[in-house]
Nanobody
Framework: QVQLVESGGGSVQAGGSLRLSCAASGYTFSSNCMAWFRQAADKEREVVMAVYRGGGRPFYAASVKGRFTFSEDNVANTMSLQMNTLKPEDTGTYYC?????????????WGEGALVTVSP
């Protein structure tokens, strides 16, 4: 049974930083696709960044490129998203996702989400 658990959400003022982490059980992150998505109130879920195994560099959405950085710890089996220079429009619930497949937005497993609130 694969489980993903996010941590690190919170509230911050614009220009601040937060770091999200996602811990996996029943699954090895380094073996397959992984991603971070976010969903703001009354908006569609959108991809923030994604790593697709088999080559290529991590993909970042244009809105976060240069401000957000993905990292993974293969020993601890966690992945993280360092978010710097946060903006109010970054507010939303952030989800980690793993394993490319037939699930929503092309990922089979999802965490329950971590709320990020950025105030002006």
């Amino acid at each position: 049974q694969v489980q993903l658990v996010e941590s690190g959400g919170g509230s911050v003022q614009a220009g601040g930083s937060l770091r999200l982490s996602c811990a996996a059980s029943g699954y090895t992150f380094s073996s397959n696709c992984m991603a971070w998505f976010r969903q703001a109130a009354d908006k569609e879920r959108e991809v923030v960044m994604a790593v697709y195994r088999g080559g290529g560099r991590p993909f970042y959405a244009a809105s976060v490129k240069g401000r957000f950085t993905f990292s993974e710890d293969n020993v601890a089996n966690t992945m993280s998203l360092q978010m710097n220079t946060l903006k109010p429009e970054d507010t939303g619930t952030y989800y980690c996702a793993a394993v490319c497949g037939q699930g929503p937005y092309g990922f089979d497993y999802w965490g329950e989400g971590a709320l990020v609130t950025v105030s002006p």
